[in-house]
């Protein structure tokens, strides 16, 4: 593939999973060639070749007599594991992270902080900011492979969470814990870390709980 076509894929590939994770796809919805070509002003081999990707991403499956759909968030008991293998993987990358951060890392989690800061609900694309938030940190362990796999897991939790509406002070709380992990970063303090980062993945786990008791309830 030509770094031209590469590209074209690659942002293809973004913006159909972006519209997935923010819930403007939902689960179930046929994604259409021709449709997408439309909305996103991308052409159709770009488009053809970011849905097999998102099809081996789980994001995405193919169904006969019907192509391309959105695929259902994981159910409870998968999305418990999946928190659990993302706290084990996210602590260490991040411990590791700590020890590269320099100033210009921090100006970057600084801004991404205040972004969030600003949003009022965690349907204002909250969830977005929060996944960027993390892998930057990820990012600076320079491990490439198990933050591949980070990235993976953050995006099924986020693809679920972004179904469901939360209480508008589930924005402050995770901010106030963001602000206290770059502190920690900053000060190379690992057990707080380490500590600050199971007390926040755990708090998107609840959310994720809050969520099926409200759908269970529905039924």
Do not use: W
Not at 8 to 20: C, G, H, Q, S, T
């Amino acid at each position: 593939m030509k770094k031209s076509e590469n590209m074209k894929y690659l942002k293809a590939y973004e913006k159909i999973r972006d519209l997935i994770l923010s819930g403007k796809k939902l689960p179930g919805t046929r994604l259409v060639l021709a449709d997408l070509e439309a909305e996103l002003q991308i052409g159709r081999g770009a488009l053809r070749e970011a849905l097999l990707r998102l099809d081996r991403s789980g994001l995405v499956r193919n169904v006969p007599y019907k192509g391309a759909v959105v695929a259902s968030p994981p159910k409870q008991k998968e999305i418990e594991y999946i928190y659990k293998m993302r706290a084990d993987i996210e602590i260490e990358l991040a411990l590791i992270a700590m020890e590269n951060m320099n100033e210009v890392d921090f100006q970057e989690l600084e801004e991404l902080h205040a972004q969030m800061v600003k949003l009022k609900s965690t349907n204002e694309g909250f969830f977005a900011l929060d996944r960027q938030f993390h892998l930057y940190i990820a990012g600076r362990a320079e491990l490439s492979h198990l933050y591949s796999i980070l990235e993976k897991l953050l995006e099924f939790i986020e693809m679920f969470l972004s179904l469901y509406q939360y209480k508008a002070n589930d924005c402050v709380r995770f901010n106030e814990e963001h602000a206290r992990i770059i502190k920690a970063l900053r000060e190379k303090d690992a057990e707080v870390l380490t500590s600050l980062l199971k007390v926040n993945i755990q708090g998107g786990l609840g959310l994720v709980g809050e969520a099926y008791d409200r759908i269970r309830c529905s039924v």
